[in-house]
């Protein structure tokens, strides 16, 4: 279980969250959903250690191995996309694995700057493969692609994260309906509260946007 504790976080005296207190099971898809600004990609980063609460605690990710797929794909453009995999990992099955899930095996050769926005994107949720996390955070997925390409990162996504807890942020109640096995709401302003769904009290991603 992994549990925040009465956290607490602002920017320049702006609160973002406010004595938040909920926990969240493993290997559950959690897939968080807000209005821009209000602390979606603030919340992600306590959970996963890379943004310190000003006070509160987070507790039960310390031993896992975490895996990020940033809204930037955060490639290193002179290295092949082979190398690109290699850097986080050096077990060379794990690295054809995730080149054959992202569809990319046969462009291995490639350096970031000669793809597509998608291949770049596929890429980038292949090095998170690739490093094969117990936990996987991922920002907005699908940002900046066409809908064919999506179907096919969402298709993607969905195999990687079999047996594994996630967190995903977006803003597509289709990607959210498709990926999540619970929806993070988060509807007030400093957040202090989670309203936290299963995926089974939907029956399509038009009931997601009504609750909403």
């Not at 005296?13 to 938040?20: Q, V």
């Not at 191995?65 to 082979?82: D, G, M, T």
């Not at 292949?126 to 936990?135: N, P």
């Amino acid at each position: 279980m992994i549990k925040l504790n009465s956290v607490y976080k602002s920017f320049n005296g702006t609160e973002i969250l406010k004595n938040l207190t909920s926990g969240f099971s493993e290997k559950t898809v959690y897939c968080v959903m807000g209005k821009s600004g209000i602390g979606k990609t603030t919340l992600l980063n306590i959970i996963s250690g890379m943004l310190e609460p000003d006070s509160g605690s987070v507790s039960g990710t310390e031993k896992l191995k975490k895996s990020f797929v940033f809204q930037e794909n955060r490639l290193i453009p002179h290295l092949s996309a082979y190398n690109n995999l290699k850097f986080v990992t050096d077990d060379g099955k794990k690295i054809t694995e995730a080149l054959k899930l992202s569809r990319l095996l046969d462009d291995k050769e490639k350096t970031p700057e000669e793809m597509s926005g998608g291949m770049k994107r596929r890429l980038a949720i292949a090095r998170a493969a690739a490093f094969e996390g117990d936990i996987f955070f991922i920002d907005e997925p699908l940002y900046g692609l066409d809908i064919k390409t999506s179907q096919d990162i969402l298709s993607m996504i969905k195999k990687m994260l079999t047996g594994k807890t996630a967190f995903i942020i977006t803003h597509s109640t289709a990607e959210a309906y498709f990926l999540a096995d619970k929806i993070i709401f988060l509807n007030s302003s400093p957040v202090s509260e989670l309203i936290i769904k299963d995926i089974s009290c939907f029956s399509s991603p038009e009931e997601i946007e009504k609750f909403i």
